[in-house]
């Protein structure tokens, strides 16, 4: 995560055989009968034509009936795609109280959101939205002056599925370059614009994928992609990256290849990184979603070469900040739960290495701003905040307004004051300001949410999983709630790629609060609440443990009375929807609804798509061995859907431009829990046109989403009104 540039690209990086033409999907149906406690109405699913398709793994061989579905180009998978939505959208458009939602939803959205400002050149600038605006603007302002519109993706489509990320200024704040996505797709193209005029200064870089932008100077920046590939774009295997320089002023086309260019240099990810005083070029390059090689390069030397730092990606480590030729790194190379150590540039090899801040029994991040280090812990995924200075000495402890997470304390290097917000499941985020030298925090924006945190209860609770493991799950609901068994639940987890669940307030989590809903958030293993450790035992030959953690999670709360099998739902996006789709074929008999995001979940096939093959960490592949064929192929949702079983109500979502998880996989299970699944309840699949994997969704689409979502499930729990 180098750390901001290669774990963002790492991170979001997370996550055929040809057969003969399927029918015309619009006009062939069979008929479902779906029920409900208080509701019955017929579902009629497009028919989805099954293939021929056989694949073979060391003998065995396993048919894949809807391999055509992967083909994202063709006539018969739109056909196949706009039949599904008619029949969800018909579904979904008979639920009493779906406006009732939207309306709650557009309410609790609807406030002035302002991010805290940050420095560039003579500006100071923040993003705001005024409360629906679809994408947030960036404004800033110069003094007292009143503050002026920078730029607005607003007007970068007229539906607001082009968003921005990525904004980068020079250090003198006089050039700025951005990244834009069109339709929710992994790939982007890169603006750069003068500050003062805000226009662009050349034609924009595009083709860009899994990169930051790492300015040198004011001549030019690094930036890393992949060659594109033949085929889909959205669908095709990328798996060497590439490091770039563009200097400004030549075409794209001239751009230096850096780094990942030769068959010794391929990786999956590689980011770049520039130190602030323009001295090195870091290059982090990675296999994998865990583990980074890391080289560093002296700039002010043209024939410097790069200098192995390590050689391997057996550690995730990376250069945080340097005062001349003396590094600072972050690792967990010798120190599962992360430590901050130091050395010269001249050898900075890890047997030079020497401790700054020194591993704990708590899982540490790092931040830098006003020339201190922030160390943040995760203390049973609650936030623990110290400062330190570059000697490694204890500043203070940083007193939180409360128990929860805090996000921020990073700056520039000079910076007197820095910022933060503080939150959790039932407190909107307020902004603090910090004084890097006296300690003191001071209230800098209040949260203008409409939500009042006095009337909800959010606890921690733990629990033991199948091998006696403690899990610590929050669960969240209003007060008064009588815990009785019948209170709608929505249990949410991840439990995958080091990925951590703190608690934070969200509007559409509120919006199940006050209609009544329980929010738990389990903290499973394959997660990185406690370390390396939480992580591995969840990974690979040990995947199991995180659903057994998350089916525990669920008779936790059946048992204590939070809810019941007839009024639990089951969520989790990306590798949380393969998650969700473990466990409701595991134990359908646990949950009333399941509600899996974007799933991963053709477990055979997931590394044959865009970067999936780096996912093999945390998953093996289907290729590697029997034993990991067999163990895929055992917890695997689209091959797990066995023909007469009750299946929750079921409501699949992804979006058609879903470069990073395939949208084909939860077409695929879809198709299955259709064809198979016992009818009383509905499978259906809601797929979101020109959407991608979720980030920079406009504002409008998140509520007609959630909407759906909520009212879906609070309908085959059979509420008649809210």
């Given amino acids: 995560m180098i750390k901001k540039t290669l774990a963002c690209a790492i991170v979001v990086a997370l996550a055929g055989c040809g057969e003969s033409t399927p029918k015309n999907t619009e006009q062939t149906v069979k008929t479902a009968e779906v029920k409900t406690a208080e509701v019955k109405a017929a579902v009629n699913y497009p028919e989805t034509k099954k293939g021929t398709v056989v694949d073979e793994y060391f003998g065995e061989k396993v048919a894949d009936p809807y391999r055509w579905l992967e083909d994202d180009m063709s006539d018969e998978t739109a056909q196949w795609v706009k039949a599904e939505n008619d029949v969800t959208f018909s579904y979904l458009k008979n639920i009493p109280y779906r406006d009732e939602l939207k309306t709650t939803l557009e309410k609790l959205m609807n406030y002035e959101k302002v991010t805290a400002p940050f420095e560039e050149g003579e500006y100071t600038y923040f993003y705001k939205n005024d409360g629906l605006q ?11 002056s009143e503050a002026e519109v920078f730029l607005d993706p607003n007007t970068f489509s007229s539906d607001g599925t082009t968003s921005m990320s990525g904004l980068t200024f020079t250090e003198d704040g006089t050039l700025a370059a951005y990244q834009i996505s069109e339709g929710g797709s992994d790939w982007r193209k890169i603006i750069i614009i003068d500050t003062a005029t805000k226009q662009p200064i050349e034609e924009a870089l595009v083709d860009v994928k899994f990169s930051g932008i790492a300015w040198l ?25 590439k490091v770039y320089y563009h200097k400004l002023g030549t075409a794209q086309a001239d751009d230096q290849l850096i780094y990942g260019g030769t068959e010794a240099q391929k990786h999956r990810y590689i980011g770049a990184e520039v130190t602030r005083d323009n001295r090195y070029l870091i290059i982090a390059a990675s296999t994998s979603t865990s583990g980074n090689k890391l080289f560093i390069k002296d700039l002010t030397k043209s024939d410097s070469e790069l200098v192995t730092i390590l050689d391997n990606t057996e550690s995730d480590t990376s250069i945080i900040d340097n005062d001349g030729s003396k590094l600072y790194l972050v690792t967990n190379l010798n120190a599962p739960n992360m430590r901050v150590v130091t050395v010269d540039a001249a050898d900075p090899r890890p ?45 203070r402890d940083i007193s939180l307004p409360g128990v929860g997470t805090a996000y921020g304390f990073s700056g520039k290097h000079d910076a007197q004051t820095l910022y933060y917000s503080f939150t959790n499941y039932t407190t909107p985020g307020n902004t603090y300001s910090f004084d890097v030298e006296s300690g003191k925090s001071d209230v800098y924006r209040k949260s203008g949410a409409k939500f009042n945190s006095e009337d909800y209860i959010s606890e921690q609770v733990f629990y033991t999983s199948k091998d006696g493991t403690k899990v610590p799950m929050i669960i969240s609901y209003k007060k008064g709630t009588e815990l009785n068994g019948k209170n709608p639940t929505i249990l949410y987890g991840y439990g995958g790629f080091n990925v951590s669940l703190t608690p934070s307030y969200s509007p559409t989590v509120a919006a199940w609060l006050e209609h009544g809903g329980v929010y738990a958030v389990a903290n499973i293993r394959g997660g990185g609440e406690y370390g390396k450790a939480w992580h591995v035992n969840g990974t690979q030959l040990k995947k199991q443990n995180v659903f057994d953690d998350f089916i525990a999670a669920a008779e936790y709360l059946n048992e204590k009375q939070y809810s019941s099998p007839d009024y639990l739902a089951v969520r989790g996006g990306s590798n949380g929807g393969l998650l969700v789709g473990a466990v409701m074929t595991q134990r359908p008999e646990l949950f009333k609804v399941a509600l899996p995001a974007v799933g991963v979940l053709d477990m055979l096939r997931y590394h044959t798509f865009t970067a999936g093959a780096g996912w093999a960490y945390d998953y093996g592949t289907s290729e590697q061995s029997k034993e990991m064929f067999d163990y895929l192929k055992g917890y695997s949702p689209v091959h797990n859907v066995k023909a007469g079983v009750s299946y929750p ?52 689409k998140v509520i007609d989403m959630y909407a759906d979502i909520y009212g879906f499930t609070l309908y085959n729990m059979g509420v008649k009104s809210l």
């Fill in 217 to 241: 100077g004011n001549e030019g920046f690094y930036y890393s992609s992949y060659d594109k590939p033949k085929g889909s774009e959205l669908s095709a295997k990328t798996d060497q990256h």
């Fill in 134 to 144: 679809n994408q947030y603007v960036v404004y800033r302002k110069k003094g007292d």
């Fill in 351 to 395: 047997e030079n290495w020497q401790d700054l801040i020194p591993e704990t029994d708590n899982v540490l991040s790092i931040s830098k701003g006003g020339d201190y280090f922030f160390a943040k812990y995760m203390v049973d995924a609650i936030s623990q905040v110290k400062q330190y200075d570059k000697s490694g000495k204890l500043v």
């Fill in 649 to 700: 109500a079921t409501l699949v979502t992804t979006g058609d431009h879903d470069d990073r998880v395939v949208p084909a996989h939860s077409f695929k299970f879809a198709a299955e829990l259709q064809e198979k699944g016992a009818k009383q309840n509905p499978y259906l699949i809601r797929i979101e046109t020109n959407a991608g994997h979720g980030a920079g969704t406009p504002t409008s």
